[in-house]
């Protein structure tokens, strides 16, 4: 704590504040989540698998690049500096904690020892002791233990999250639900079947589900609502924006096996005064998902699906190559665009003609309604059950120890 935080050069950008603990299960000891900073007057959270070095000279990133959100803390996490320091064991209190540094497969750091400290009323020169975490344990140990898992599986692909939730019973399952901020749980739902994902959550009340149905992609939440009986999706879309409801009632139209029940309306489209400056700023942004980023839809206005005319697409290596400045126009392919009633397996069959990793889907008059994206094919390509069995081999495989559970960056 108070050390600099540096970015990937060495130089300093902030400093460390406090640093996030989460409970292991079973005996292990408490793992780092991250780390909260100081930067440009904002406290803000550094992922631990963001730092490359921990050392007397500071936190040293492995990219330049942070996320400048506030920081907020959230159930199941501890801050070793507000809520452990200073804390009383008997008539000792905690003076420091001690990390170690876990290599392996992964590499993270985990609490291992804590200095006690003893202050005697005709003497103020004050002793310590250093004990081994687990002599101090009530200290670590979080208000419920739902919301410890809750914690423990935030920075865990969505996938093997959905692993776990499958072992769970239902009644627990619902709890951890409860316990998830509605980002997580979004991100989880995708990765479930559909009627597991009506299971999960089953028993959340309206105000909860539109909160996390926001944060799903728009395909993903389709199949889902496909899922529902007819009087529980009328609730939901009346319940929804008005305009997120209208894009929900366009897709649902669309019959399955169809390109248009593929399609997600969420992509990037600028016109063609637009600059390359601009399409990369787009592309930049974190939250895009992959197949998504890979490329800039042109089309006149308005730009929102469905578009003005369409144009043409302008792929993310072709950005890379241009000067800022230059005009989209000016940069534009003429790739195959798709008809929204084109058979699944068309579809499949013109993304590998094409190499492309997503497809434009434009109507009769030419307007750009959404694209089909790569991973959804082979989504709807796979045999209906896949996902069970992919989590069901998962969960065969599956080592509690496994430490690659803090291994991706926490969401702000």
Not at 100 to 127: C, D, E, F, M, P
Not at 246 to 267: C, F, H, N, V
Not at 376 to 383: G, I, K, R, S, T
């Amino acid at each position: 704590m108070r050390l600099p935080l540096l970015d990937a050069g060495g130089q300093a950008i902030g400093k460390i504040n406090d640093i996030i603990v989460v409970p292991s299960r079973g005996t292990e000891a408490p793992k780092v989540l991250g780390f909260v900073a100081v930067s440009q007057r904002r406290k803000i959270f550094i992922s631990a698998s963001r730092v490359s070095t921990l050392d007397n000279s500071g936190a040293q990133l492995k990219s330049w690049d942070i996320n400048l959100t506030p920081f907020r803390t959230r159930a199941g996490e501890q801050l070793l500096g507000k809520d452990i320091l200073d804390k009383k064991h008997g008539d000792e209190i905690v003076s420091d904690v001690a990390l170690v540094h876990i290599t392996g497969k992964t590499s993270y750091w985990q609490i291992s020892k804590v200095r006690l400290s003893k202050r005697g009323l005709l003497n103020a020169r004050s002793g310590h002791r250093l004990v081994d975490w687990q002599e101090v344990g009530e200290l670590f140990a979080p208000a419920t233990a739902i919301a410890a898992e809750a914690a423990r599986l935030r920075d865990m692909h969505a996938s093997d999250v959905a692993t776990i939730i499958r072992a769970l019973p239902t009644e627990q399952r619902r709890q951890l639900a409860d316990a998830m901020d509605d980002e997580r749980l979004a991100d989880v739902l995708e990765e479930l079947p559909e009627d597991e994902q009506l299971r999960l959550i089953e028993g959340l009340d309206m105000e909860r589900l539109n909160s996390v149905f926001d944060e799903m992609e728009y395909d993903d939440l389709a199949d889902l609502l496909g899922q529902m009986g007819i009087d529980q999706r009328t609730k939901v879309l009346a319940a929804m924006d008005d305009d997120d409801a209208e894009t929900m009632r366009q897709l649902l139209s669309y019959p399955k096996g169809t390109a248009g029940s593929l399609m997600t309306p969420d992509i990037i489209v600028l016109g063609p005064d637009a600059t390359v400056a601009d399409a990369l700023a787009q592309i930049r942004d974190p939250e895009r998902l992959v197949s998504i980023a890979a490329q800039v839809f042109v089309a006149h206005a308005p730009h929102d699906p469905p578009t003005g005319t369409y144009m043409g697409v302008v792929h993310f290596q072709r950005l890379l190559r241009e000067r800022p400045s230059m005009s989209l126009k000016q940069c534009l392919e003429n790739e195959p665009t798709i008809d929204p009633m084109l058979a699944d397996r068309d579809v499949a069959e013109r993304l590998a003609t094409y190499n492309m990793l997503s497809v434009g889907v434009c109507d009769t008059h030419g307007r750009l309604l959404g694209a089909v994206t790569v991973d959804d094919v082979l989504d709807n390509a796979l045999p209906a059950d896949w996902r069970r069995k992919v989590v069901a081999q998962l969960s065969a495989g599956h080592d509690d120890k496994e430490p690659s559970r803090l291994e991706t960056a926490r969401k702000p």
